[in-house]
């Protein structure tokens, strides 16, 4: 995992410079190993409780934002602000 504490500001710190693959494809890892933290039984429950499904939900949001623009609702105004600041500028147009 990129964040071992499982923050989504210290995920954000990586993922700095990053092209618009690259933030979807780290974020899709970070996900799916904060996901398996919560399935784990030799990991302590604090940090089962803090890695599990709530951060590889907001992680799955973060993709969600990034991919199509849609924010999630009850998003809290520091996770907003980072979704956006980590948000590629090199965005891919989607058309026909």
């Not at 409780?49 to 809290?76: D, M, Q, S, W």
Request: net charge positive.
């Amino acid at each position: 995992m990129i964040s071992k504490d499982c923050n989504l500001a210290d995920f954000a710190g990586a993922l700095r410079n990053k092209d618009y693959y690259e933030v979807i494809r780290l974020a899709d890892i970070e996900a799916t190993a904060a996901e398996r933290l919560g399935w784990k039984r030799r990991v302590d429950a604090v940090r089962q409780r803090r890695c599990g499904k709530e951060y590889a939900e907001l992680l799955k949001h973060f993709i969600t934002y990034v991919r199509y623009g849609v924010l999630p609702r009850g998003l809290a105004p520091r996770d907003l602000e980072i979704f956006q600041s980590l948000t590629p500028t090199d965005r891919p147009i989607r058309g026909l």
